[in-house]
């Protein structure tokens, strides 16, 4: 099947910096990925859709600015966490579809001091 | 919009006894619907999933579950339960297949007493 990667696994950055965290298609080519957040022992949520080649498409309530994703080619989407806060500190999981599937990576602990 | 609900944050078996989680969904348009199983501080690995045809789908592990159209609803079942089968299972709900985001439900923690 299908294998979507992330790096780095897990992040601890202090607040006030960027991290960013990336999500590949090892296998196949998505033009389109998603990027969810899962806070401890609660559900995910959609925040951003990524689009090769265009703007991604955030969910109510995202903060684009500081969300920043960038889809630069078929294979690779980025999410760039800016200025970060302690309550950013989440569980950052990426999704590609392939077909009518969707592959998702193992995720990015993302800690915030 | 869609939206899932699954019964009960916390379900609790016996080894070997039925597994039964519920998820019921809401959508505008036929569903396409997905269970999946997170185990601590990992991703998600998907557990069956329903697009079109065959309303009981078989996933893997021994899971399956029967979509109901008229009662709106996924359960996911497992005839006997195993001590691995301890995680926390989502479903999950998605109107284009698999070129939307999808919506989870919040999860259910199933726990499989010895």
């Known amino acids: 099947g299908a294998v979507v990667s992330q790096h780095p696994s897990w992040v601890i950055c202090k607040s006030g910096t960027s991290v960013k965290i990336e999500c590949r298609s090892l296998?196949?080519?998505?033009?389109?990925m998603f990027w969810y957040r899962q806070f401890p022992k609660q559900s995910l949520m959609l925040m951003a859709t990524s689009n090769e080649g265009s703007k991604a498409t955030y969910e109510q309530g995202v903060e684009k600015d500081k969300f920043l994703i960038n889809h630069a080619s078929l294979t690779l989407s980025t999410l760039t966490v800016t200025s970060a806060h302690p309550e950013d500190s989440s569980f950052y999981i990426c999704s590609a579809p392939d077909r009518y599937e969707q592959y998702f990576g193992p995720g990015t602990r993302l800690t915030v001091t | 919009a869609q939206s899932v609900t699954q019964l009960g944050s916390h379900v609790s078996v016996s080894e070997g006894a039925l597994v039964l989680l519920r998820c019921n969904y809401s959508s505008s348009v036929p569903p396409y619907l997905f269970w999946y199983v997170q185990y601590p501080n990992q991703g998600l690995q998907l557990l069956l999933k329903?697009?079109?045809?065959?309303?009981l789908v078989k996933g893997i592990n021994g899971f399956e579950a029967e979509f109901k159209k008229s009662e709106t609803s996924f359960h996911l079942t497992k005839p006997s339960a195993h001590m691995s089968d301890a995680a926390e299972y989502f479903c999950?709900?998605?109107?284009?297949?698999?070129?939307?985001?999808?919506?989870f439900g919040k999860g259910t923690h199933l726990i499989i007493q010895p």
């Open positions: 329903y697009t079109t045809g065959a309303t």
């Open positions: 296998d196949f080519q998505a033009t389109t």
């Open positions: 999950a709900v998605s109107d284009g297949g698999g070129a939307d985001g999808l919506t």
